[in-house]
């Protein structure tokens, strides 16, 4: 099987910046995703990382070290609306998606 | 454009009762999935299907069946259904032939089973 680790739950002030970290343990590799998740609804895409370094998507950045297994996710400038559960998968040498269990992250005025 | 369509949104089911939950996309993708969602487990793999008249079992496909008659639809039946299926079940779909393969969800069918 496949070990996805995060963060269970980060809290940050509006403005500021959150850092999710996301290590993984997979049978082969071929990308990582993030994607957002608000409560109750479904979840959805927000970065993809096949190679090492980063892509910068707006507000949200995304990291990849394969060597060492491992992912963050940036979260810049936050507002409230950012808060939701993020989570962290890891595409197999089987192509299945592998999550982790989600990091909820609480934005605070 | 409607993406992917599940229903029913929510369903109180008896256990033993046989129950289909429905899964339509519109993007002509070629890939579909499964999954169900627990609290502090994240989403698990129950089926897949990489084209349709192909179907796989996912991480913990048992209890469950699904078939995929053609493109746009994905049915997930429930033969009779247990407590231990209460959950959140998303169906996703993405373009396997596409660069990133991205899997895009459906709004989810939250399912009590007593």
């Known amino acids: 099987g496949q070990n996805i680790d995060q963060p269970t739950e980060m809290t940050a002030t509006e403005g500021a910046i959150v850092q999710i970290n996301c290590t993984y343990q997979t049978s082969g590799f071929n990308g990582l995703f993030w994607y957002q998740q608000h409560a109750g609804e479904a979840p959805t895409f927000l970065s993809y990382?096949?190679?090492?370094g980063l892509e910068e998507k707006g507000r949200f950045s995304s990291f990849l070290s394969r060597s060492k297994g491992y992912s963050y996710l940036l979260l810049k400038e936050l507002q409230m609306k950012d808060s939701a559960s993020y989570l962290c998968?890891?595409?197999?040498?089987?192509?299945?998606?592998?999550f982790g269990a989600g990091t909820t992250v609480t934005v605070r005025a | 454009i409607a993406g992917i369509t599940q229903a029913p949104t929510s369903q109180i089911l008896a256990a033993g009762r046989r129950m289909t939950l429905r899964c339509t996309q519109d993007?002509?993708?070629?890939?579909m999935y499964w999954y169900r969602q627990d609290l502090g487990l994240g989403l698990r793999l129950i089926h897949y299907s990489n084209t349709a008249g192909t179907t796989g079992k996912g991480e913990v496909p048992d209890g469950y069946s699904v078939s995929r008659a053609n493109t746009d639809d994905f049915p997930l039946t429930l033969a009779s259904a247990v407590p231990s299926q209460t959950s959140v079940y998303f169906c996703?779909?993405?373009?396997?032939?596409?660069?990133?393969?991205?899997?895009?969800f459906g709004p989810g069918t939250r399912l009590t089973v007593l």
């Open positions: 998968a890891v595409r197999d040498g089987d192509y299945k998606l592998s």
């Open positions: 996703a779909s993405s373009d396997s032939t596409g660069a990133t393969d991205t899997q895009y």
């Open positions: 990382n096949v190679l090492d």
């Open positions: 993007m002509r993708h070629n890939a």
